[in-house]
């Protein structure tokens, strides 16, 4: 285990439908986050977990939006009735402490819904 | 929530000059901050961090921070092609996320 992994790497979905994506944090990391970016943009948080727990949601991940870490392990992003605004790289990152050390970020999702 | 602002550039330097980087940030008590680097199409990588005002050096990269004016800076010396990306620009938000600023396009031209 040498990084962050996400799945899939591509996602086209139609409007309407819903997507899932998943994250595998580095393994010793304790804690991990989802951001999303989009063309031009720094990454925007939406939100953290430390082990299982979410202790930490955006006002940006609106009621379509789920995440959760159920063994405090690999973590599930999934979205509801996507929708073109949707568009966008989402990024999972894992630390082993707070913001103080910086993250290790996965190769993220990119997400295009048509 | 704290705000960073960045030049989005391109900012275009030939090979070998030194490129300056610069990010403000709002919040005059924010204590650290990060510089990220991001190819297209790939996520963030971290370079450097600082927390203490005046400067950091590792390799052909320095941060420099200046809390009073609220202002940090990575300067890359030597440029190289291979540095061209897009930097980002850090630091913790309230609670335990980050908050980056747009990023700045860097084109190191051969």
Known sequence: DTGVSQNPRHKITKRGQNVTFRC???????????????LGQ????????????????????????????????????????????????????????????????????????? | QKEVEQNSGPLSVPEGAIASLNCTYSDRGSQSFFWYRQYSGKSPELIMSIYSNGDKEDGRFTAQLNKASQYVSLLIRDSQPSDSATYLCALPNYGQNFVFGPGTRLSVLP
């Open chain 1, 24 to 38: 595998d944090p580095i393994s010793e990391h304790n804690r991990l986050y989802w951001y999303r970016q989009t």
């Open chain 1, 42 to 114: 720094g990454p925007e948080f939406l939100t953290y977990f430390q082990n299982e727990a979410q202790l930490e949601k955006s006002r940006l991940l609106s009621d379509r939006f789920s995440a959760e870490r159920p063994k405090g392990s690999f973590s599930t992003l999934e979205i509801q009735r996507t929708e073109q605004g949707d568009s966008a790289m989402y990024l999972c990152a894992s630390s082993l402490d707070g913001a103080g050390l910086g993250y290790t970020f996965g190769s993220g999702t990119r997400l295009t819904v048509v």
